[in-house]
């Protein structure tokens, strides 16, 4: 999913669990992996390629879902918010958990088990549609609602 569901996702689930800070970071900590290619690809260098990169259905450096996105380390980061307790390790695990949710629902691939590459998702909601979009809008008055509620 764009950015921009995550956001929402993030902001839902933190108005919900009075922790916004945390349950954002949470949403948008699983793409701190786009950063490592990003970077080591020159995606940076030039917006007209950032722009195609992040746009693009398919991932063309084979490594922008990786770690992060991986089953294994959201189940370590909910042992450790465990332990740590209190609301806000939960706000974070849940925005964290609605990131690799709503990655699993568009139709780029995800390998949740990275770095094996053994099974691949590919949701039914193609990437940038106008079915994310109805997600996003979703997205966007589930939060309306929250917020008008107070």
Not at 25 to 52: C, E, K, N, Q, T
Not at 76 to 81: I, K, Y
Request: glycine share 10%.
């Amino acid at each position: 999913m764009f950015i921009s569901a995550h956001i929402l996702s993030g902001l839902a689930i933190g108005e919900m669990a009075n922790s916004l800070p945390a349950a954002l970071v949470g949403a948008l900590f699983p793409d701190l992996d786009h950063l490592v290619p990003y970077f080591r690809f020159g995606v940076f260098r030039s917006w007209g390629m950032f722009w195609r990169t992040v746009r693009s259905h398919d991932d063309p450096y084979g490594c922008q879902r990786n770690y992060f996105h991986s089953i294994w380390l959201f189940g370590l980061v909910t042992a450790v918010c465990i332990a740590l307790g209190g609301v806000a390790s939960l706000a974070f695990v849940l925005g964290y958990g609605s990131h690799l949710v709503l990655d699993a629902l568009d139709s780029a691939e995800w390998w949740p088990f990275y770095p094996l590459r053994t099974v691949t998702v590919r949701g039914p909601i193609g990437y940038l549609s106008r079915g994310e979009l109805l997600v996003t809008i979703f997205l966007a008055a589930v939060v309306a609602l929250l917020w008008l509620r107070g």
